[in-house]
């Protein structure tokens, strides 16, 4: 299956500040990748659908300006949360489409102080 | 809509011994795909398990076999002979109606499988 790169695995940031997440699809052409976010102890919760070359389709009650996602080329999908405050602390993951399956990235924890 | 069950919260199993994970799912399709992830504390998914719809066998995968019935629409999943690296969440999905790459997975809310030595 794809091989899919995330990074940061982890990171730290000041309430206001705006923190970016990169997902890589290393040895296959990503047309389409997903970004969910997950709380403690709960399931995955998608929170959009991302295209290459076009604007990323978000699910109701994610704020667009508020997770901005860039998918600019086939390897690579930006997730940059903008203005970040604590409760956007959280984990953050991505995943590719390949054929019948999906490959996710190792993830991203991001705390918010 | 399409929807997934997963009603147990959380699983305790003895080492060496096997172990079924529940999963029931909604849909009004006739062609769909359902999966099983494993999540350990370091949050990556891992693919564990995949089933068709139109498959006749149920899917196998080393210790890892689904037990899909269809006209009941469950699709659990069975751990042989647990380690206590099993010790994870462990989800069920289901690929939604429709064509294309867009297709999202519908996810359940999990089951935490814990591995007593």
């Known amino acids: 299956g794809a091989v899919v790169s995330q990074h940061p695995s982890w990171v730290i940031c000041k309430s206001g500040t705006s923190v970016k997440i990169e997902c890589r699809s290393l040895d296959f052409q990503a047309t389409t990748m997903f970004w969910y976010r997950q709380f403690p102890k709960q399931s995955l919760m998608l929170m959009a659908t991302s295209n290459e070359g076009s604007k990323a389709t978000y699910e109701q009650g994610v704020e667009k300006d508020k997770f901005l996602i860039n998918h600019a080329s086939l390897t690579l999908s930006t997730l940059t949360v903008t203005s970040a405050h604590p409760e956007d602390s959280s984990f953050y993951i991505c995943s590719v489409r390949q054929g019948l399956g999906y490959t996710f990235g190792s993830g991203t924890r991001l705390t918010v102080v | 809509a399409q929807k997934i069950t997963q009603t147990q919260p959380g699983m305790f199993v003895q080492e060496k011994e096997a172990v079924t994970l529940d999963c029931t799912y909604d849909?009004?399709?006739?062609?769909?795909?359902l999966f099983w992830y494993k999540q350990p504390s370091s949050g990556e998914m891992i693919f564990l398990i995949y089933q068709g719809s139109y498959d006749e066998q149920n899917a196998t995968e080393g210790r890892y076999s689904l037990n899909f019935q269809k006209a009941r629409k469950s699709a659990n999943l069975v751990i042989s002979a647990s380690q206590l690296g099993d010790s994870a969440m462990y989800f069920c999905a289901m690929r939604e109606l429709g064509a294309g790459n867009n297709r999202k997975l519908i996810w359940g809310l999990g089951t935490s499988l814990a591995v007593n030595p």
């Open positions: 849909t009004s399709d006739q062609s769909y795909g």
